[in-house]
């Protein structure tokens, strides 16, 4: 079944600490993105691809890194975690549309990070 | 710039009940707009959605009309269910950018 996976689904970790959130997608997707979320608040972009190789900053500025070496995974580091890194992260992925219009994307279940 | 404007919540209704949820865009171009849906423990899920004026989407009992005049895209269904309790999201799909940006959620809540 096509789907979109993140782990861990939860995490807590003391400050200082490199911590890589997992993302991958089965749906051959070339598009994929990361969001950060904090509770009762709207999703703010934080990275997207376009393709392997492709990484690109969002609206919101972030101190985490991305890569994308499989079309499949879209992996998001933090080489120092702080307490202002708590918050929500979600994956999500999408295809290029074929006609008018911007494409919906899939979501992963999403991270809750706590950062002590 | 482009934004989405919702609203807020929560908001707590009857078993039954209609449900509204307001939803106003700004945009340059020609947007796509869509309702996501986060249920409690879950990842957002595309609910429906429009990608052109006067475009009706429609899924599960709700609906969404693209207003190009009065900039809308509210969200209604007729008789609520305790099984909708989520957390919507008006969003606005850029035709510049191809970015999707969305509202600051409206919280339902229904009781049985």
């Known amino acids: 079944e096509a789907d979109i996976y993140q782990t861990p689904r939860y995490l807590v970790i003391g400050t200082g600490k490199k911590i890589t959130l997992e993302c991958s997608q089965t749906m051959g997707h070339d598009k994929m993105y990361w969001y950060q979320q904090d509770p009762g608040m709207e999703l703010h972009l934080i990275h997207y691809?376009?393709?392997?190789?492709?990484?690109e900053k969002g609206d919101l500025s972030s101190e985490s890194t991305v890569s994308r070496i499989r079309t499949e995974h879209f992996p998001l580091t933090l080489e120092s975690a702080r307490p202002s890194h708590t918050s929500q992260y979600l994956c999500?992925?999408?295809?290029?549309?074929?006609?008018?219009?911007?494409?919906?994307?899939?979501f992963g279940p999403g991270t809750r990070l706590t950062v002590l | 710039g482009d934004s989405v404007t919702q609203m807020e919540g929560p908001v707590t209704l009857s078993e039954e009940a209609f449900l509204t949820i307001n939803c106003t865009y700004t945009a340059t171009g020609y947007p796509s707009l869509f309702w996501y849906v986060q249920y409690p423990g879950e990842g957002l899920q595309l609910l429906l959605k429009?990608?052109?004026?006067?475009d009706k989407g429609s899924n599960k009992g709700f609906e969404a009309t693209y207003r190009k005049e009065t900039t809308s895209f509210h969200l209604e269904k007729g008789s609520v269910q305790v099984s909708d309790s989520a957390v919507y999201f008006c969003?606005?799909?850029?035709?510049?950018?191809?970015?999707?940006?969305f509202g600051q959620g409206t919280t339902l809540q229904v009781k049985p």
């Open positions: 969003v606005h799909g850029s035709s510049n950018t191809g970015k999707l940006i």
């Open positions: 691809s376009y393709g392997v190789n492709s990484t």
């Open positions: 999500a992925s999408s295809e290029y549309p074929g006609g008018l219009g911007v494409e919906e994307q899939f």
């Open positions: 429009a990608t052109k004026a006067d």
